[in-house]
């Protein structure tokens, strides 16, 4: 067991011929197991550990590099590529969100970054879902609104919202939302996703 999941098996053979396994002979593979179970845990506890520094180390120094530019909206897409390669995803998307009275919300391309193998998808990133899509997708961002980072998968997704998942090329996704003067201002993007295009990395800005 691994973080307390099955991860794997240990296979002992006799190749010259049949024989009983005694029971202090399990017991002793079962206690081998353990140990190599737990080493197995500490290994990726360490792991873990060290791409969070990672990340946080990315972060501290694309803040300082954001609050210290003279130019907010470069700053920001040159931060785009770094954080999303410190989680290793493929794309990385800053959306403004339009509320409306009268119907769903807009949504606003301010900032990507996406990996050379990794189309874009942006007409399909902007296109909300409609009928009972729509208002399953609604549901599923209501906590964006709130300050409550949200995730998907296209494994876990609702049938309605499955369509989504697949429109948009991608297998699973972490959205942040993006507070402004307190208020929810847009979201964040990261979406590790399939290959579908080659090319030079490509930064799209205000």
Not at 27 to 39: D, H, R, S, T
Not at 73 to 93: F, G, Y
Not at 99 to 126: T, V, Y
């Amino acid at each position: 067991m691994a973080h307390g999941q099955h991860w794997g098996q240990i296979g002992i053979d006799d190749c010259r011929g049949e024989r009983e396994w005694t029971v202090d002979e399990i017991a002793a593979l079962e206690v081998f197991a353990g140990v190599l179970g737990a080493a197995i845990t500490r290994e990726r506890s360490f792991d873990e550990l060290s791409g969070r520094d990672e990340l946080l180390r990315a972060v501290n120094q694309i803040a300082g590099e954001i609050v210290a530019a003279p130019r907010l909206h470069e700053a920001i897409a040159d931060s785009l590529e770094k954080v999303a390669r410190a989680v290793r995803a493929d794309r990385m998307v800053v959306l403004e969100v339009i509320a409306s009275s009268s119907g769903p919300p807009q949504l606003l391309h301010r900032n990507s970054w996406h990996s050379p193998e990794i189309s874009l998808e942006l007409e399909a990133i902007l296109c909300l879902p409609t009928g009972t899509g729509l208002t399953e997708y609604l549901r599923w961002t209501g906590p964006l609104q709130h300050g409550e980072a949200i995730r998907g998968s296209v494994s876990r997704a609702s049938a309605e919202l499955k369509d989504y998942f697949i429109r948009r090329k991608l297998q699973s996704t972490l959205v942040v939302p993006i507070l402004v003067d307190s208020k929810f201002w847009g979201r964040s993007r990261l979406i590790p996703a399939p290959a579908s295009a080659s090319g030079p990395p490509a930064i799209q800005t205000f």
